[in-house]
């Protein structure tokens, strides 16, 4: 018995890592009489055929999962690669936050990559600015920042050390680079990679289908680009979890129920108004404030 990965189901075929190599399985009439649900990710142990050099298996058991992610749907994430273009188009930081409530909320590592380091320095060359002040206030927070350049190379090894022997999903919306950053980790493995539309600044969807591909020493999951996500189920006093420059800071408040919205003697509004506080990120929770409340009402 050999155990491995699942990479994708197609055809009534399923396709797991194991051992170095890509097996093709079938599945044992208990899963088909189950209806059982595979998911990328999903860990399973497989019964290679007599002739074992033609790579070909049975599924024999799938092991319990540790998470899962239902956009996209995959299994057993160790870690959420947040991928957004530094420029070109300017990174939507309203859905680079309510990404990282997701995984937040999901038990998933994020770590943040911003592309296009190569433009963005030309830009800011060219119109006289200076510092990286976006990826500044999400590296002050404390979460893993990487600013990178697919075409250039930078900052594309201490990538790689990350992803080794683990299973990580890129997300973020078309245009801000996947593609490009994981083909610049995987020399030899190229993925389509989609243009800016000069009319909209948008990128074109570019990715189909979800499945695991070997990258770097892990596997990654090549996923269809979106540009929007709902908030997942939870209480409106769950939310400032999902902050850490809040959670760190609540029990300062006045009220252990403050919601930071309205509330007197809030120490959350306190560090707002000292900048210590993204103002972005405070406008932020309280627009998916307003949208768990009224989930929650709905529940």
Not at 121 to 149: C, M, P, Q
Not at 225 to 252: H, I, Q, V, Y
Request: include cysteine; charged fraction near 30%; proline fraction near 5%.
């Amino acid at each position: 018995m050999i155990n491995g990965f699942l990479l994708k189901g197609y055809g009534g075929f399923y396709y797991v890592y194991a051992e170095d190599r890509v097996w093709e399985c079938s599945l044992r009439g208990r899963f088909r009489v189950k209806d059982q649900e595979f998911l990328p990710g999903d860990r399973v142990n497989i019964l290679p055929e007599e002739e074992e050099e033609e790579n070909k298996a049975t599924i024999e058991s799938v092991e319990p999962r540790r998470n899962v992610l239902t956009r996209p749907a995959i299994a057993n994430v160790d870690q959420a690669i947040l991928v957004f273009a530094m420029t070109s188009p300017k990174p939507d930081l309203n859905l680079l936050d309510r990404l990282l409530i997701q995984v937040t909320d999901a038990g998933i590592e994020p770590i943040l990559v911003f592309t296009k380091l190569d433009k963005y320095e030309e830009d800011a060359l060219n119109d006289g600015s200076e510092g990286h002040a976006i990826t500044d206030v999400y590296r002050k927070i404390g979460y893993d920042v990487f600013e990178v350049s697919s075409e250039t190379g930078q900052g594309i090894d201490q990538i790689a050390v990350r992803l080794t022997n683990k299973i990580s999903v890129l997300a973020g919306p078309s245009g801000a680079g996947k593609s490009s950053l994981f083909n610049a980790l995987s020399p030899g493995k190229k993925l389509k990679t989609g243009q800016i539309s000069l009319k909209s600044k948008r990128g074109r969807h570019t990715t189909r289908h979800v499945e695991l591909m070997v990258c770097a020493g892990g596997l990654v999951a090549d996923t269809p680009g979106f540009s929007s996500l709902f908030l997942p189920e939870m209480k409106r006093a769950e939310l400032t979890d999902c902050f850490p420059e809040f959670a760190n800071r609540r029990r300062l408040c006045r009220f252990n129920s403050c919601l930071h919205d309205k509330e007197p003697n809030c120490a959350i509004k306190a560090a707002l108004e000292t900048g210590e506080i993204s103002p972005e990120r405070y406008e932020h929770y309280l627009i998916f404030l307003k949208e768990v409340i009224e989930a929650e009402r709905k529940y």
